[in-house]
């Protein structure tokens, strides 16, 4: 069974907030659940399918789903860290086709910028786990273990630090027009090779930051995304995939999304070359480089070569990215950036970007997260977006 | 020297940090597919064997990667992959070094370093 043109994605919100010190957790997952129903022209009573990870507080989905007063049919609370939400939209596809569900919510939200979080702090993922005592006692954390994945691929394919940085400057580019970006001001690439050293060879430039917030999604059914108001835009391939250390056989330069876009392309039946905008997830800039490479946009190892001199910027790049400034410069809410890059693609699909970041005729996008770290395990998701 | 959080030792793991306490690294390896694996487990992640056993490691590699983290630490320290004689790779630190001489393809040794409050831990210098 295929979800290629089963399910639509309906209605987007992004939360503004960026520092969420006088809210909940709970509330702010039911104000983007509010808000991206009213974005659809749906109301609380259609949702009968509800998406929810890790982020979202209680047992799977049971207590939010209690607090927001949802009647439901059909519930996933499947976790790839940051990666869950383009999965959760992927399953709803899937239970829509089914006839499991005809409209789902998937919320996100988290607060780690007030909650004091950083990248350089080890993150426990609860006790029983087989890997962490042969890690934690080592100091593995966010930044060292994607630090690690660019010393590697420095190593074997010449990759420098240039062209790493031009990642930044282009998200910095599209991050000046968005009013809620946290970090606003274009940079340039000496700007970021002249950032702090945070994890060699990463500067701070390099990381994402840490912000509050969050974002909802409603899928629906053909024949509900047709009653709507909305540019109408369509799911045509899913893919999911999961990497490890495999034992120790460990390759740290090639990242999961190598399965999983090929899974997307297959099923949607296009190639690279015919998408016009991508989300890439942007935890680091190195995280962006890999999946490029991995998703077919160019050969292994010529990343570097491929984002350095604006190629990523909209208007003059081949292939602009992330036109909301990303993970690098808008936002990053609960640590995890997978549902922010389905809300910018779907902006992108309606045409309602940024004006300065509009991709012209944009008919085709594609959305990719990872979740967890590419430098230990990681699970990867890719969606492919049409404009009806 | 940084403190060393200590590994949580549970039934399948107590072995390997046994040996530790007396110097030695073990790796597993399965006696039906014959190869190696890490970290070590009771069923082998290749060919799902349940017959897998210990094996002592020499103890030698070389770095497959590594990152020293500068800021928001009390003092740097490098986290590194080493990938052993024997063809596995291991999460672990380079240590009783400069650490701004730490290279990829480097060859290193192990050496064991007391956690707090629980078994020592493998980590590489180089050899």
Redesign the interface.
């Known amino acids: 069974m295929t979800i290629k043109g089963k399910a639509y994605l309906v209605g987007a919100y992004e939360h503004p907030t960026r520092k969420a010190g006088d809210k909940s957790i709970a509330q702010l997952h039911a104000e983007v659940a509010k808000g991206a129903l009213e974005d659809a022209g749906l109301a609380k009573q259609d949702v009968d399918g509800y998406f929810c990870a890790g982020d979202a507080p209680g047992l799977g989905p049971l207590s939010m789903a209690d607090y927001l007063g949802l009647k439901l049919r059909h519930m996933d609370s499947t976790d790839t860290g940051g990666s869950s939400y383009l999965v959760h939209v992927a399953h709803a596809a899937q239970a829509i086709a089914a006839g499991k569900c005809s409209v789902a919510l998937v919320t996100l939200a988290g607060r780690p910028r007030s909650e004091g979080s950083?990248?350089?702090?080890p993150r426990s993922w609860g006790?029983?786990?087989?890997?962490?005592?042969?890690?934690?006692?080592?100091?593995?954390?966010t930044?060292?273990?994607y630090?690690?994945?660019?010393?590697?691929h420095m190593?074997e394919y010449g990759t420098t630090g240039e062209q790493l940085a031009w990642i930044k400057v282009a998200a910095s580019h599209h991050a000046q027009h968005n009013p809620h970006a946290m970090l606003r001001e274009v940079v340039t690439v000496k700007e970021v090779l002249d950032s702090?050293?945070?994890?060699?060879?990463?500067h701070?430039l390099d990381c994402c930051v840490v912000s509050d917030g969050g974002g909802a999604l409603i899928v629906a059914r053909p024949e509900i995304a047709k009653s709507l108001k909305r540019p109408r835009v369509r799911l045509l391939g899913a893919g999911e995939a999961f990497k490890g250390?495999?034992?120790?056989?460990?390759n740290?330069t090639t990242s999961a999304a190598a399965w999983s876009g090929a899974a997307a392309f297959a099923e949607a039946g296009v190639t690279p070359a015919d998408i016009r905008y991508v989300s890439i997830y942007d935890s680091f800039t190195i995280t962006v480089l890999v999946q490029i490479e991995d998703l077919g946009f160019c050969r292994k190892g010529e990343g570097g070569k491929f984002v350095a001199d604006g190629n990523l910027i909209s208007g003059t790049g081949r292939l602009p990215f992330n036109t909301d400034g990303g993970g690098l410069c808008n936002n990053h809410p609960a640590n995890r950036g997978g549902m922010t890059k389905v809300i910018e693609a779907v902006r992108q699909l309606r045409g309602e970007a940024h004006p300065a970041v509009q991709v012209k005729n944009c008919g085709l996008a594609l959305a990719q997260g990872t979740g967890g770290q590419l430098g230990?395990r990681h699970g990867s998701a890719t969606l492919i977006l049409e404009r009806e | 020297m940084r403190k060393i959080p200590s590994p949580a030792v549970n039934a399948e793991n107590k072995p390997f940090f046994d040996a530790a306490v007396r110097g030695r690294l073990l790796i597993r390896k399965c006696i039906s597919c014959g190869e190696v694996h890490h970290y070590p487990r009771a069923i082998c992640p290749y060919c799902f064997s349940d017959r897998t056993e210990w094996m002592e490691a020499k103890g030698s590699g070389t770095i497959y990667s590594y990152s020293v983290l500068r800021r928001g630490v009390p003092e740097p320290y490098c986290i590194a992959y080493v990938t052993l004689e024997e063809g596995v790779s291991m999460l672990t630190n380079i240590v009783d070094c400069d650490l701004d001489a730490v290279r990829i393809g480097q060859k290193v040794k192990v050496v064991f370093k007391p956690s707090e409050g629980g078994p020592p831990v493998p980590m590489f210098t180089p050899a």
């Not at chain 1, 006790?127 to 954390?141: H, K, M, R, S, T």
């Not at chain 1, 702090?196 to 990463?202: C, E, H, K, Q, R």
């Open positions: 950083s990248g350089t702090q006790a029983n786990l087989p890997d962490a005592p042969f890690e934690a006692p080592y100091g593995i954390v930044t060292n273990s630090a690690m994945v660019a010393m590697r190593h702090p050293v945070i994890a060699d060879p990463l701070r250390q495999d034992g120790g056989r460990l740290l230990t």
